[in-house]
């Protein structure tokens, strides 16, 4: 009887703070709203640890980049207009580095969390070039792809803070 009580009482303390692992991993984050849907629509996050969380949120950011990726190539496909042709070219390059960057930090993370971390600011560097690209004078247009482009940093800014409090 004792034991089973015992097993009960550890069972729920081990699903307690694995509950909260989510919680208190997106609380800490700087965009918690978007940290907290992301892990909690991907099944997989309910049994893993930290470092699997990190990688959790660089494949949802991957395929946040690959998305934007085919966006910025089907609106190239529809544009005449030059400056917003040339300002798509430019995107299409960048967000052609985006899709490899990010697989080479999933890669790393568990291993070299430090360079998981160097090839997410790559991303998250390019994915703002090309959102900047948008607004060079004097030809500034407004940019199409303003939510996937700031989607994408978040969500690798997300994991590169679950990385950086692994050390
Ligand atoms: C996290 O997301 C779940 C499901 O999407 C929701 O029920 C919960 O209220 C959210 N928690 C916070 C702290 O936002």
Request: charged residues 20%; negative net charge; aromatic residues 4%.
């Amino acid at each position: 009887m004792t034991r089973i009580v015992l097993l009960f009482v550890l069972f729920s303390l081990n699903y307690h703070s694995h509950a909260d692992l989510i919680a208190d991993t997106c609380k800490k984050s700087e965009y918690p709203d978007l940290c907290n849907s992301t892990l909690r629509s991907d099944p997989r996050s309910a049994k893993a640890d930290a470092t699997g969380l990190a990688r959790i949120m660089l494949e949802a950011a991957l395929i946040k980049a690959s998305t934007t990726f085919d966006q910025v190539k089907k609106l190239l496909s529809k544009t005449t207009e030059p400056v917003l042709k040339q300002c798509l070219i430019d995107c299409t390059e960048l967000y052609g580095l985006i899709v490899k960057e990010i697989p080479k930090a999933i890669q790393n993370v568990g291993s070299d969390n430090n360079e998981a971390i160097h090839q997410g600011d790559s991303a998250i560097t390019n994915a703002d070039t090309c959102e900047g690209i948008f607004s060079d004078e004097p030809n500034k247009r407004k940019s199409p792809i303003t939510a996937n482009n700031i989607a994408v940093q978040h969500l690798v800014a997300i994991a590169e803070h679950i990385l950086a409090s692994l050390g």
